[in-house]
């Protein structure tokens, strides 16, 4: 078996990465929009709204742990595109991760909605609405509140893609206080999880336009129609345009607030507190900025 | 005191694997069937739902601190089969470890109906019933949802312990994102969390054939009556096949996505950024495979 | 300021140790205690059954933290007499520690009762009762459920503190998967927290004499009067014995089926698989059993 | 970009310090605030009160991992105060951490009141107001409940701030059992989350003047009116004075019963069981207290 398997060996690194990027996406679509399934059919006996917060962020702390190792784990493109204008991921990378992360999303989907099939289909009636008493549709990608305006959408997306920045950045700055090796995805899912608590009541925190992209092409595909692209507004756009925006923010705010204050390269030694990390990472010699160890 | 314990020491190996896997068992079936049965007979008033998916968690968690030192954990006989399949646990141990496992849930069972007897007493008015408004036997083991068919059903156990082999072999992967020595525990716990969260309503996400059958077959003996193989249209067989269809899915889908790609051996050292696991577990020279260091 | 405080120093060890256990078990009552005062008196609206279990679960964790480095931080007499029982802790030390807890519980029952004396006072309408709609004796120590008989009373005490002692012996044993070095607090709290999850509804998880006494003195002197001992058919007794019990055959359970298998002394080197706790740690050339190293 | 970044690169320590301390600060609250608008506003349909106690918890978390590397995360001025008493901060700097630490929390109040714009007119009708069945100055600052008289609530804010530095100063004490490295912040942030399960319900467990004074100041000023500062009988001034008194208070109980009686310094070889804490940080020779590594 092990012989069969070392056949299909890869070597092409960026195949790889946008194999685990891809499988990341797909495991924290897979819990996060399960989790919605779970609450939204069984009709919060099966599950709360702190379940779903808790399922989209463990479902990001496992899409970490299966992919960090291989491809540093963006599962977000708000993010891979803030490290290209940050000049610490490649430009010629980029459609190749966001592609890989846009289907990794669209196939969790389709598993959520085939391991909820009898569900969905009980719960709504076999009816596959938008909106309504029994809509399904929130169940794979976001719609905003009814009260909340467009401009407030865009501030919500812009704030909470924003705070995932600032908070990643800093959990991967080792010249600041660093998570502990191995525990990054478990922090980064505790980042995603207060989102959720914080900020989900708008428009469902996508904070992600991968996220929120492959499910809803999924949805329009499957039965709930074209009006997933309209609704709300014509919605669909500002999870992938305020996010990305928002992620750029963030980046800068960690950057001008932090990052850039650190001290000069040569005075690393006596500023880094957490010898750990500086003997088991093989750092370059010049100044490590964040997510630059995984995302070269 | 000290003395007489290490006169019952034993040298046998396998038999000291048998003992760690029915306790660990053990452990997982009497805090997660104990929160069942907690929420159960409370009505809700002494937990919810979150609880069930909480004590399962934990259940596991301190299930492979008591056992993984000595047998590596599996405490899963979809997990065993799966090791088996990829070449890396022994067949001729299969039998064995999973037979104490099978025990160690069922004595489990045993013990929370022990604890819980007055309060199952009292709940069902004496009456230990598989259905109806008091119903008391989703204590022990999993029923499905009125509204699922038997492929649902089917389907949802192969998708849940998929995803349960998907992230337990990325945390053991020390060539990928491997969790913190010590805390594999807790991780796989937050495993089990995130799949009660997202999976749970459709039929109680056994994922873990000695789960589902040690406590039914116990409920058969202790008063809840054939009715327990009977139920869900002879439900039972299902969380014993599909979890191990499920298992070996999910093995599949993390060694042909991630782990067949990693560099090979001579270029292990600049790919493993986890130096400390380097130097603390003895591995062997040839390529690390996922589980390999704790099950032969 | 600092001068003036190092005034204060005390050598005297046992001193030392009485003054951690005292505040450690101040911590946690504090917490614990707390957190069922602020979910009796607002009605479940500021909390529910789970912060409770929380609560209990952080206050240990602090708890330990607090006073683990001086004395160990058993803070519960079951854990003190096991070890003792075990051989791993002096008789002569025991009545120290159980005063020390004892004293804790009883004077962090008092703090609570001022903090939340407002709330009490309100919420009962300044009747201090042990029973009926609006008691509130159950804020400081455990009451069994009404179905409850004195021997299920005694069997679900002597089982949750079995689990206690297995679980946490386990974390302790580095011959098995010791917890991560600085982080058993937050595992010890995570077993009670499971405990509480999947134990907690027939009596309250008191699974420590002094957790249950200390506030219950306080209780009858500070006007619930002598019902706090009368009441549930005189329980008063039963966390206090049962839970010694309990205590007890959870350590035999822990060293029969896992702990006096594990290799020998000089065997001790290949099994042991956790280097880094190996080296930190000034452990005897002898077996290192659980617990040995912190509590003599 | 990098470029560009790294002219805006500051050298002044002291600037350096006021920012991180600013932008914690400002990531708690916008947590923290945040989760008490998202409960409010969707009444409790997505979230509860758990949420809040997790969200300030969080916050508080990942106010830390963007600060401490930089300023030490102290993020409160009773923190700052009690250092400074204690002598282990200087008090020239105290009012400079005092400022930037009530201006970040104002500035994510605005932030807070920005992203729940459209929510807080919907939920309150355009009303804004501090009392009554819509208010929602509670989303901003603390205010007691009805029941609470002046001097209880002291207590309660003198007993929780004691609480969170007899905790905060356990965590970071070398020679009791420290928090691993590089999870103080998690562990900070569980210490505000058992605060906020068991002291929560009286008066909203500010336990931090920045955090109650400058959402206050931005709510007086965005609409709620004087009203702020009047409600509660003149509360207001009570989370910031009660808040500095239970800081020191819980200073000297940790100091007087747990730190002062460490061995001295020539001894500490012996006592500290944490070498891997000893080895990574550049510690002085002199006797290492709590805070004082990153505090000077």
Redesign the interface.
Known sequence: ??RL??R????NRL??EC??E??GVY?LI???C??V??VT??QN???????I???FA??T??G???????SG?HLNPAVSLSLC????FSWTRLPFYVVSQVFGAFLAAA?VA??????I??YSGGEFTVSGATATAGIFSTYP?D???LW?GI??QV?GTA?LL??VL??G?V?????????????VG??V???G??????SGYAINPARDLGPRVFSWIAGWGVEVFRAGGGWWWVPLVATCVGGLVGSL??????????PLPDMTKE?N?????E????KPKEIP?AWQ?VAL
Do not use: W
Not at 64 to 70: E, N, P
Not at 253 to 262: G, K, Q, R, S, T
Not at 273 to 277: L, N
């Open positions: 078996m092990d398997l070392k299909c060996h890869i070597k195949v790889k194999l685990a891809f499988l495991i897979l819990f996060g399960g989790s399934a779970q059919t069984s006996t099966k599950g709360e709204y702190l379940s917060n808790l399922g463990l479902g702390t496992f970490i742990y299966v992919s960090k190792g291989v784990a204008f940050l000049g610490r598993t085939l391991q909820y099939y009898d569900a289909f009980q509140a009260y909340l305006s407030g501030v919500d704030i705070a600032v908070c800093a959990l700055d010249r600041n206080t660093p998570a502990p090796a191995g525990l990054e995805p478990v922090l505790a980042v999880l207060v989102i608590i914080s900020m989900g009541s708008n705010i960690y950057e001008l607030v932090i990052a850039v204050h650190h500023v507190m957490d010898g750990v990390q003997e088991n990472s093989e900025t160890q």
